[in-house]
């Protein structure tokens, strides 16, 4: 059984929005933490935003902050990320993963254990 599964991801205009959804198989989040990482043609897997799932902290990478909102829903183990103000720039795989390593930065993909598979965001100009 696949631990996480993305919907939500499509073509949007710039400026557009759209909305994320991270759903988590089992009882109970396999990690501390849901975090969401992009990877657009070319470029390496970057940081794009994470939350605790118990207590809810957030934490953001500059380029999303402002634009981007992450939250999740403890009793229907799915997190989200709404995305706002979409330019061409977001265009890439989004994939959200659960944190099981204990650090003070959220944005080591090698903290993250279980993957999601993936769901394209293009934004056009």
């Known amino acids: 059984q696949v631990p996480l599964v993305e919907s939500g991801g499509g073509l949007v205009q710039a400026g557009g929005s759209l909305r994320l959804s991270c759903a988590a198989s089992?009882?109970?989040?396999?990690?501390?933490?849901m975090g969401w990482f992009r990877q657009a043609p070319g470029k390496e897997r970057e940081f794009v935003a994470a939350?605790?799932?118990?207590?809810?902290?957030?934490y953001y990478a500059d380029s999303v902050k402002g634009r981007f909102t992450i939250s999740r829903d403890n009793a229907r183990n799915t997190g989200y990320l709404q995305m706002n103000s979409l330019k061409p720039e977001d265009t890439a795989v989004y994939s959200c993963?659960?944190?099981?390593?204990?650090?003070?930065?959220?944005?080591?993909?090698?903290?993250?254990?279980?993957w999601g598979q993936g769901t394209q965001v293009t934004v056009s100009s």
């Open positions: 939350i605790k799932w118990i207590g809810g902290s957030t």
């Open positions: 993963a659960s944190r099981v390593n204990y650090r003070s930065s959220y944005d080591y993909s090698s903290d993250y254990r279980y």
């Open positions: 089992g009882r109970t989040f396999p990690g501390n933490a």
